[in-house]
């Protein structure tokens, strides 16, 4: 069986009509980025150096270089809030599924599906404990829209705060 052949029948591989910014990028509104400031700035400092940025990522992304880190940030030693904004608010990024991105670090198998396993290991590392079979069965049963005992990406999806697909089905707000 091919890799394509374990992927749910509802996944898709076109992009998702997601809200624009004015350039035609995808849309990031401050409150969006304020939630993943948050995970990142864990001390309350307002900035973030490299250090910090690479040792919170390389949870989801083990083999992240200082390099790849270093063009996240612009080339610069350190960026705030309002600089991480001013950045990333007006990207052009048109062919990009945020949500679809987010999932892959949950699923790096290419099952289709969220590895608990995988879930369980990233609160560890993060510091928020252990996470019982118990506490595990009781994500998935909250995280499973369509109950067929697995998280998918639409299940993923209804879980994140971004990346939400264009109700209106306009192309810039």
Do not use: C, H
Request: hydrophobic share 35%.
């Amino acid at each position: 069986m091919t890799d394509r052949g374990k992927r749910p029948a509802d996944s898709k591989d076109s992009p998702l009509p997601l809200p624009r910014n004015e350039k035609g990028g995808i849309l990031i509104t401050e409150d969006e980025l304020k939630v993943a400031w948050e995970f990142f700035d864990t001390n309350g400092k307002g900035k973030l150096t490299m250090s910090e940025i690479k040792r919170r990522l390389q949870t989801f992304y083990k083999d992240i270089t200082t390099r790849e880190v270093k063009f996240l940030l612009n080339n610069q030693p350190e960026i705030s809030f309002d600089e991480l904004y001013a950045l990333l608010k007006d990207n052009q990024l048109t062919n990009f599924d945020p949500v679809k991105e987010a999932f892959k670090v949950y699923d790096p198998n290419n099952t289709g599906f969220v590895d608990m396993d995988i879930v369980k290991s990233f609160f560890k590392e993060l510091g928020y404990g252990e996470i019982s079979d118990e506490d595990a069965k009781i994500i998935l049963e909250t995280a499973d829209g369509d109950k067929d005992q697995r998280i998918g990406l639409e299940d993923f999806r209804m879980m994140v705060p971004f990346g939400q697909p264009d109700a209106s089905g306009s192309s810039a707000d």
